[in-house]
């Protein structure tokens, strides 16, 4: 048994985990025993959970993320469960026992459809409330010290399980849910100054108004993705885990908290599992996108079935089949590419950029970035790029690739005046940039000098096809539901709708070269049927963007 207290984990500035200075992928798999699930703290089956933990060893996994179900540690405000504490401590002795890393998650809050809370809870806004805010630090600083002593152990401390998904986060504000994840924060960070603090997260963040954003989770190290592929739980339709489409969702979705810091895939799995010919041919297909897009770590859900039919399994009785480890601790079928995912860090400079705008949320400041339809305009840019064989990154406006790297795509984004400028600057020393979906509303002096073109008139949507590239295009979507007709000045006109109003207008700019595409036509082809047989022509307009702008 190891007798090191001090932090074997830390992140390096590459975003990747180091243990004991040697690069750590961190593979393994969300707990609770199968038997009891969420009465773990309860219930307490000692053998049960020794042989999980042997289990994951054995299987060459190096990772397990818990949870401290909240009122089995204070049943009331103030008042702890002193036996569960020294149960967490015991547990984490098992975890460096079998040499898994743990990762303890406190406010749970949610899990599997349920809600569990403190006494008292019922009507208060967790994070605005104040007594609940000094509840949680309070609680937050006990778990941090009965946690001390392990930092050998601690992959990184996590403040909750998706607690996105509780109304609170919707109704508190943004200023109320940075205070929570700061004063959380701090709380553990007072005790545990060198462990890495997560918020865990699900892929909401990117495709919903859930008031989390990544500038809310304040004190937090390192970002969290969860995300499964269910169709009703995104906001584009699509054909099973065998579509391009679905095989795409959780890469951009890595991709884009890559942009805002270092993310850990903590917790992903299929859902439905009973096709393990689907299961493996989607796991082979993610796994080495995800690591692209540079998840640091791949966290299962779950380890194994569970069993009991208690709350609040009673109505999710699919997690009965979400194991990792069969009944027989042995790794089913179709699951193994988990188990044989590269512990390398990918060296990848792929030479298309996916512009993420400042503002993705509902907010006064916000030019018109829905979550929901925001994502809807880039995902199939995304997954157009992947099957024309093209890597790709997402990038912010302070981190642009430089001028003749990357080629930078604006994918149905509305952009501030501050960020129409720093594009201009960008393309003016020798940048190459895609504008898809081009609305009147944004225009400014410095978009017109940019596009080489002007807005004249608005005009009524017709649903236009427009041919380029040798085929028809059609572009049902348009920024705000209203097609502007610009007037070129030093634009080239490359496609017309039946009107002959321009659709495509190329214009150099500088050094530089600028591809303007009026419709949204990330937004127009996620408007089509969820046929993964019609992906073809996502693949044909990357390639032909692609080609325009390498021709001279």
């Not at 773990?40 to 397990?64: C, F, H, Y």
């Not at 990184?156 to 940075?178: C, P, Q």
């Not at 041919?281 to 993610?286: C, S």
């Not at 790794?331 to 030479?351: F, H, M, N, W």
Request: proline share 6%; net charge negative.
């Amino acid at each position: 048994m190891k007798s090191e207290t001090r932090p074997r984990f830390r992140l390096a500035t590459d975003g990747y985990f180091r243990r004991d200075g040697e690069m750590f992928l961190p593979v393994g798999a969300n707990y609770w025993p199968a038997s009891c699930g969420v009465d773990m703290w309860v219930e307490w089956p000692v053998e049960e959970m020794r042989s999980d933990l042997a289990a994951m060893q054995a299987k060459g996994l190096n990772t397990i993320r818990f949870f401290l179900r909240w009122p089995d540690f204070e049943p009331r405000p103030g008042v702890y469960e002193e036996a569960a504490f020294q149960r967490l401590r015991e547990f984490l002795g098992w975890c460096r026992e079998y040499d898994i890393a743990a990762m303890p998650t406190l406010f749970v809050g949610f899990m599997s459809g349920g809600f569990f809370f403190p006494e008292g809870k019922q009507g208060k806004n967790l994070f605005a409330d104040p007594l609940w805010r000094e509840t949680s630090v309070a609680y937050a600083t006990k778990a941090a010290k009965a946690m001390k002593g392990f930092e050998d152990v601690l992959l990184a401390v996590d403040h909750g399980n998706e607690i996105s998904s509780m109304t609170d986060s919707w109704s508190a504000g943004e200023e109320n849910l940075r205070a929570w994840s700061g004063g959380v924060s701090a709380a553990i960070r007072a005790v545990l100054p060198e462990v890495e603090v997560i918020n865990g997260l699900d892929h909401n963040q990117v495709v919903e108004n859930v008031g989390w954003t990544f500038a809310n989770q304040k004190g937090c190290t390192l970002f969290s993705m969860h995300g499964y592929p269910v169709p009703g739980w995104w906001p584009v339709a699509f054909d099973g885990m065998g579509d391009p489409l679905c095989r795409e969702l959780l890469p951009f979705c890595v991709a884009v908290a890559r942009a805002h810091g270092p993310v850990l895939l903590q917790e992903f799995g299929t859902i439905i599992g009973g096709g393990s010919e689907q299961v493996r041919g989607y796991l082979e297909a993610i796994l080495p996108r995800l690591q692209e897009q540079g998840a640091n770590g791949f966290l299962w859900w779950c380890l194994r079935d569970i069993v009991t039919d208690r709350y609040p399994y009673t109505k999710h009785g699919i997690e009965g089949r979400l194991g990792l480890l069969d009944d027989h601790r042995q790794i089913k079928p179709g699951r193994e590419a988990l188990i044989k995912v590269s512990r390398q860090v990918p060296e990848t400079r792929p030479r298309v950029a996916l512009y993420w705008p400042n503002y993705v949320k509902r907010h006064r400041e916000n030019p018109g970035n829905e979550p929901g339809p925001h994502f809807r305009s880039q995902i199939p840019v995304a997954t157009g790029l992947r099957l024309a064989g093209e890597g790709y990154r997402v990038v912010r406006e302070e981190s642009l690739p430089q001028p003749g790297e990357a080629v930078l795509w604006v994918a149905g984004s509305t952009l501030t005046s501050g960020e129409i400028q720093s594009l201009r600057n960008w393309v003016e020393k020798g940048g190459q940039l895609v504008w898809q979906g081009l609305g009147f509303r944004s225009f400014d002096r410095a978009a017109e000098e940019l596009l080489g073109a002007v807005p004249a008139d608005v005009r009524g949507v017709l649903g236009e096809n427009f041919s380029w590239g040798n085929r028809e295009w059609h572009g049902s979507v348009y920024p705000a539901g209203m097609l502007t007709e610009f007037a070129p000045t030093t634009a080239e006109v490359l496609a017309v709708e039946q009107r002959g109003l321009p659709m495509v207008v190329q214009n150099r700019f500088g050094s530089g070269r600028v591809l303007g595409v009026v419709p949204d036509m990330g937004a127009s082809f996620a408007a089509e049927p969820a046929d993964k047989t019609k992906r073809t022509h996502w693949l044909e307009w990357a390639r032909l963007v692609l080609e325009t702008l390498a021709s001279e």
